[in-house]
């Protein structure tokens, strides 16, 4: 597969009311989102957005409920249309297409998971996975033979013939995964894909996304409320609050410096073993010589696993080749796991 | 100024509107007329054809055939046993050939009533306005008592099967026409927005989504249609539709009770065999939605 394209946000706002283009000076200008609520009635959904999204990897939203989340993922198909800003996906800007362009760019290039998984419930499985390509006017015969590959690789494998309400809410949600991956499209979008789903399943469904995307590479933007799926899923992970981006980075920045109060107050009961690198904790200063080995790039729980078992008390990190980069010692690696009290 | 009497428009003046709206539909009529008759033959052909049919073939089979067609929709035994009883009866006591005329008028009717009321109900759902527009004249249609607008029909058209037809036409179809404009109202927008975002046209959405989801809603609206139909029968027979109606003007007439009775529970046994049938056809093409996962 070729090299996945990426997704660039740029100054993205959207204000809902009767003058939001009006409006976007004022916000610009330091009104309020509450301001501008009271004294104008006009809606502030996004703020000034900004993201790099990254090809082929996972781009993580998070926000609680009313940080426009869901607003901007139906940016970057243009199921709600901004009031001023940027989409860009190779060079392209999707909030510039003409009507067709974008049906178009919806049909190849797009495909989306959603919270409530809307799935077409007069149509069987195999009718719903199709359904993409059926709009695209893929023959009949290939469509469903696309589309079976994946009922398989979602786990779906004679259920083809059953309607969605004759099944459970997790095997409809891979329903709407595997409609979405039969499109073939290079971006998946996953507004809330999991959050109806009990925890089991929802643990369950993250593991089929995670494998997936080791072979596929897709762009994914996946939005969510829960920092655990964040931090499990994202490459890369933006955090929205009342419309506004409030910090962005990799899992382990956000943990390890939160930006602000609000998002120390979210990273406080996360399970650091699983965010923190053996890297960031290691001492670079210094190598062992023999020892036990645990390669770069690992989280520290992986690494907690090896001193338990072993019952060393340090360990050697070392790159893929096998030369040493530096040295984990126990103490290091518990107190790195657990939440400092200043927090 | 007297309080006790409204202060009407004169009666000359009264009298002038009359004419002048009398005589320009009557010029309308004469210059029209003619044209409007001619556009709608090729419904009279049909009507007369079907009409012919179901009397000139031998009963065994159209009432093999009509029981035939009840079972392929209702595959339900009691229903099919039920309308074969009926009809059975009805030939019995002499209606069966009313009996065929009618069923033929109200299925041209219907069919005619579900070929313009879809459209038309499409049109509402996709534009607030045309609704807003819509709206009022169903009331119209629905509320105007069926004689009034039986005058200008009979005017254009006179008596026969065709002003019938438009009559019974009128006074069924806003069913058809709000409840497909409601079902469609009413499918779940989450589902539209997944069309949207897998690139459907509008015209892919209505098709594979619109239509299917709202189709129990304008199954209602198909039923209510043909009952609608089925009661104006009667009113229609006054300008000159034959079938059941007809009988019961004369019993009403003459004071017939046994026959006015008898007429009545022919339209009585029809309308049921109709709505059962199509009722159950419609519970059966939505049979995905019983199965509910427990």
Redesign the interface.
């Known amino acids: 597969m070729a090299e996945a394209t990426g997704i660039e946000i740029k100054s993205l706002y959207k204000i809902f009311g009767p003058n939001g283009a009006e409006m976007v000076q004022k916000i610009k200008d330091g009104m309020s989102k509450a301001e501008l609520n009271e004294q104008f009635n006009h809606v502030l959904g996004l703020n000034d957005i900004n993201i790099s999204m990254p090809g082929g990897k996972i781009q993580v939203v998070m926000g609680l409920s009313g940080s426009g989340k869901s607003t901007l993922i139906r940016h970057i198909?243009r199921?709600i249309d901004p009031t001023a800003g940027e989409v860009l996906y190779g060079g392209e800007d999707v909030c510039q297409m003409s009507e067709k362009e974008l049906?178009?760019?919806?049909?190849?290039k797009?495909?989306?998971v959603?919270q409530?998984f809307?799935?077409?419930?007069?149509?069987t499985v195999m009718k719903n996975t199709v359904?993409?390509l059926?709009?695209?006017g893929v023959p009949m015969k290939e469509a469903e033979e696309r589309a079976a590959r994946w009922i398989d690789r979602v786990g779906l494998s004679g259920f083809e013939d059953h309607?969605p309400?004759?099944?459970?809410g997790g095997m409809q949600q891979r329903v709407g995964l595997a409609r979405a991956l039969t499109?073939d499209a290079d971006i998946l979008?996953m507004d809330e894909a999991f959050s109806a789903l009990d925890p089991l399943i929802r643990m369950d469904m993250q593991t089929v996304l995670l494998d997936l995307q080791e072979e596929l590479h897709k762009t994914i933007v996946f939005i969510t409320h829960d920092l655990d799926e964040a931090l499990r899923l994202g490459d890369k992970i933006a955090i929205l609050r009342d419309g506004a981006v409030i910090q962005q980075g990799t899992g382990q920045d956000i943990v390890l410096n939160p930006a602000d109060a609000y998002i120390a107050d979210f990273v406080k009961e996360v399970n650091r073993g699983r965010v923190i690198l053996v890297d960031t904790v290691m001492d670079r200063t210094r190598t062992l010589e023999g020892g036990l080995t645990v390669s770069s790039g690992i989280m520290l729980e992986e690494a907690a696993k090896t001193f338990a078992e072993s019952g060393e008390g340090e360990l050697s990190v070392v790159n893929g080749d096998g030369a040493p980069l530096g040295v984990l010692n126990i103490q290091d690696a518990i107190t790195a796991m657990v939440t400092p009290a200043t927090h | 100024m007297d309080w006790i009497e409204f202060p009407s428009l004169s009666r000359g003046t009264l009298r002038d509107i009359r004419v002048t709206i009398d005589g320009g539909f009557r010029e309308f009529t004469r210059t029209y007329g003619e044209m409007l008759e001619r556009a709608t033959e090729p419904l009279e052909d049909f009507l007369v054809f079907l009409e012919h049919l179901l009397i000139e073939s031998p009963w065994p089979i159209v009432l093999v055939v009509l029981v035939g067609i009840v079972f392929l929709m209702s595959r339900n035994v009691k229903i099919t046993a039920g309308s074969f009883v009926a009809l059975v009866l009805i030939g019995v006591f002499g209606m069966w050939e009313d009996t065929m005329r009618t069923i033929a008028m109200v299925t041209v009717c219907t069919m005619l009533a579900i070929f313009l009321g879809i459209p038309i109900g499409i049109l509402m759902a996709r534009s607030d306005k045309f609704q807003s527009i819509v709206n009022p004249v169903l009331d119209l249609m629905q509320t105007m008592p069926a004689f009034v607008y039986l005058i200008p029909v009979v005017m254009i058209f006179g008596l026969g099967k065709v002003p019938g037809l438009i009559a019974i036409v009128i006074y069924a179809i806003p069913p058809m026409i709000r409840l497909t404009n409601l079902g469609i109202r009413l499918v779940?927008p989450?589902?539209l927005?997944?069309?949207?975002?897998?690139?459907?046209?509008a015209r892919?959405k209505l098709v594979?989504?619109q239509l299917?989801?709202a189709?129990p809603t304008i199954m209602a609206g198909i039923n209510q249609t043909i009952m609608m139909a089925l009661a104006m029968v009667v009113v229609a027979a006054l300008i000159g539709v034959k079938g059941l109606g007809q009988p019961v003007l004369n019993a009403i007439a003459n004071q017939y009770f046994t026959m006015g009775v008898m007429n009545g529970l022919a339209i009585v046994a029809i309308a049921i065999i109709f709505d059962r049938a199509t009722q159950a056809y419609g519970k059966r093409l939505?049979k995905?939605?019983e199965?509910?996962?427990g």
């Open positions: 198909n199921l049906r178009e760019f919806r049909r190849h797009t495909a989306m959603f409530k809307a799935l077409l419930p007069h149509r359904y993409g059926e709009i695209q309607y309400n004759q099944l459970s499109n979008l | 779940d989450d589902v927005e997944a069309a949207d975002a897998f690139g459907s046209s892919q594979n989504v299917p989801l189709l939505q995905h939605s199965v509910i996962h």
